[in-house]
Structure formats: C-alpha cells, structure tokens
DNA sequence: CTTAGTACTTAGTGGTTACTAGGTAACTGC
DNA sequence: GCAGTTACCTAGTAACCACTAAGTACTAAG
C-alpha cells in the first residue's frame, strides 16, 4: 500500500474532476488490455501514482468505476460521430435515418480506426460480459439493443428487416474489428471495410 | 480445502482419463461463461467434486489445463467438421479446396449452431487473448491464421485475395455469433447467416 | 489568517488466488 | 496377495484481492 519515498516526494493533489479524468483514462487502457476481470485496482491506481485507497476515496467500487468508464465513452464517441457527420450531437440518433447506411458506417469506421484502444476496450467488454454475472452485462445488453437500432435506421436495401439489418452490419463490423485488433499491421480497417460491406451491399463483382 | 463430509463420504478415484476429460468439460464451459481470468482453479476443481490440489495433480498449472482445453476442442471440432462434410478428418483441410465455399460455411455454421458453450468459449478467449500477457494469446494468432487460411481456401468469388476473402468469412461468422450468444432466443444462428452471407456472397435484392 | 472541506495517505481487514509438500488409500502388475 | 504406483487428500504457503477506518496535509471560502 505504500508509495516508494520517491514518489510520495513528488506526489500531488489534483483538483477532482482532473483526477476522475485520468484515472478513467488509465482504466479505459488497462481494462482495454486485459479485460475488467484481468486489471486490479491497484493496478489501475499505480498507473496514476497514487494509492488504492486513493483511486476508491473517488469512485467507491471497483464495478463503479467500470460504469463511470463505458458512459464517459458513450457520450465522448456520440459527440465526435455527431461532429463527424455534420450533425447536432442530441439529434444524432433521429438526424440518422435521413443519411445512406453506408455514409453512416463509413464515418464509425473511420472514428474507430483512430482510437485502437477505445475499440479495444468494447470488445473485450463485450465478450466478457456475456455472463450476467459481469458487472457491466446490464450495460452491454442496453447497448446492442441501442446499436441495432441506430444501424438498421438508416435507409438501405441490405435487408427488408431494420433488426436484421442493424444486426447484419454491427456483427460484420465488430467481427472485422476483432481481426484488426489482432493484426493491425495487415489490416487496414477502413479498406477492410470497404470490401466487405460494399459486396454485402451491392454485390458488385470485384475480380 | 477441505471437502464438505458429505462430499468426501461418496468421494470416488477415477482412471486418469476419465478425471481429465471430466475436468476439461467443466473447464471448458466455466472459462467460456466467464473468461479464463474470471474462473478459479477452485471453481473448476468444485464443479468436478475434488479439490484444488486434486485438481492441479492431473495438469500442474491453470495454464496448462487452458492449453489442454484448446487442443482437445481443436481437435474434437475438426473432427466433428470432416464428419459433417464426409470427408476423412486428417485429409479435412486439402479436402475443403474443392468445396464451394456456401457448403463449407453451412457446415461450420450449423455445426457451430449446436454448441453455444464452445462458441462461447473461443469467443471470450479470442477477445481476451489479445493481450501478449494472456496464456493463450500464442494458441490465438496461431489458430487466427490457421482459419483464416482455412475459410480462404475454397473457391469463391468472394474477393480474390484468398487472405482477405478468408477474413470476411470469419469476420461476418464471428461477429454473427456474438450477436446470437446474447441474445440466442431471437437470433437463429444458421438463418442470419444465409441472409447475410447469401447477401455478401451474390448481392441478390431480397426485399 | 482562520476554518471547513476534502484529496489522499498509512495501515489494516477478511477473503481469495495459484500452487506445494507430504501423507493416505485405492488401484495394477506380478 | 503382495509391492509399486498414483489418484487424491489435508494443510499449508505467500501473494494478491477489493475495500475500510482513521489520520494528515493541502486548498479554497470567509
């Protein structure tokens, strides 16, 4: 629990909105890695150079500071895709269905090319919290049900069914995404992309 | 450590063989519901009725009892694949060449539809063995490449590039699943995979 | 300058982790 | 039926887990 001498010399207080932000930062990469149930708090508060009992005097539980983590990126990700798209970040979800699916689609890709980590970070979230017993399970049942639902609005011919179709593309993208992750040397994911859903879209021949 | 009373009264010795492949089954459905890092040496030991230490006697470390579980599906699955396909399992990956690659799928797909626990099981690990740190992220970008080579083989128009081709396949089948392990009650898995790969594949209208 | 609030510390809590040493008792080969 | 092997146990280990209580030192309001 001690800090080395080395660093209690150094050590400072920051104001509490300041610490919040890096601690969800340093989470956010550490969970990313090896998932919430492979990451300790004291890993997390070590990354930050304070104490655990510091990291907790800000968010109580460790299953606290997973939730604080997934909805400060929730709206931080709504927010640079609203931006992204020349779109009022409150009327995201309703100023959607006015665009072509593929336009959408191109603008997640892009976004999430740009930030690994982030990526990361859902789908290994999303994978472990399949088990209810997984603090964040709740959260990621709310949240297919909400990506659904904003992929299948835009207008396409994909699919008749807009479950279907929101189901169809966030399953091609989320499993592409896995094998960037993987490789990210090999893969480049917006050309990836590109191959895939544009055969899936139109099924225009390519060799 | 200790065994409750009434466990220890009906406590029974089993040929080795037996015990392994008793403890592997349990293991394979714990670490599948909760990832390998979320599942204790002692939760597999308990669901076996025999204790931690009996437990670690048969494979020396939770390391090396997730490597035994990994190569006993591999070659549980490949197996069950050849049948599938009438073909002989050690001629399974030269055979599939001359298979169009609809059939092949289907077969995985349908076989796959069967055993939500082992799709499970590689989904979590796939997503948690990202990190180098994970014991199996080596048995993971082996297998990566081995299925993708696999699912590039068989002739397709697809994408002409028998890499990529191979990772759209995979990609959409991986991505598919996840949607249907979390919510297996309003995804049937092997009809969401001919829309989508039918689509993918011919880019025929259907609605 | 004083005082109230709080960011953060040290020092613990009881519980769990993977794993080990050494013993017992059930099988197996002869 | 005896001897050797081994499946499995009890009983530990040290390290780690999330979390708490109580104190200290910094900051900001008055």
Chains 1, 2 share one sequence.
């Not at 479950?163 to 050309?191: C, K, N, S, Y």
């Amino acid at each position: 629990m001690r800090l080395a001498s080395a660093e209690r010399a150094k050590r400072q207080r920051l104001a509490p909105g300041d610490r919040r932000t890096q601690i969800i930062d340093a989470a956010t990469r550490l969970i990313g890695q090896r998932g919430f149930w492979g990451v300790s708090v004291h890993d997390i508060a070590a990354a930050c150079g304070i104490t655990d009992a510091g990291l907790l005097h800000h968010f109580g539980t460790k299953d606290a500071l997973l939730i604080a983590v997934l909805e400060r990126r929730d709206k931080v990700d709504d927010d640079s895709l609203a931006r992204r798209l020349g779109i009022e970040p409150d009327r995201l979800y309703e100023a959607v269905r006015g665009l072509p699916l593929a336009e959408v689609c191109a603008a997640v890709v892009a976004r999430n090319a740009e930030q690994p980590e982030i990526v990361r970070l859902y789908s290994v979230l999303n994978a472990e919290s399949l088990t209810p017993a997984h603090p964040a399970h709740d959260y990621f049942v709310a949240r297919e049900a909400r990506v659904i639902a904003f992929f299948g609005s835009p207008r396409s011919d994909l699919h008749p069914d807009p479950v279907v179709r929101g189901r169809q593309v966030i399953a091609m993208m989320d499993g592409l995404q896995l094998r960037w992750l993987r490789d990210p040397e090999r893969v480049d994911l917006p050309t990836e992309w590109a191959a895939l859903f544009g055969r899936a879209l139109s099924g225009v021949a390519q060799s």
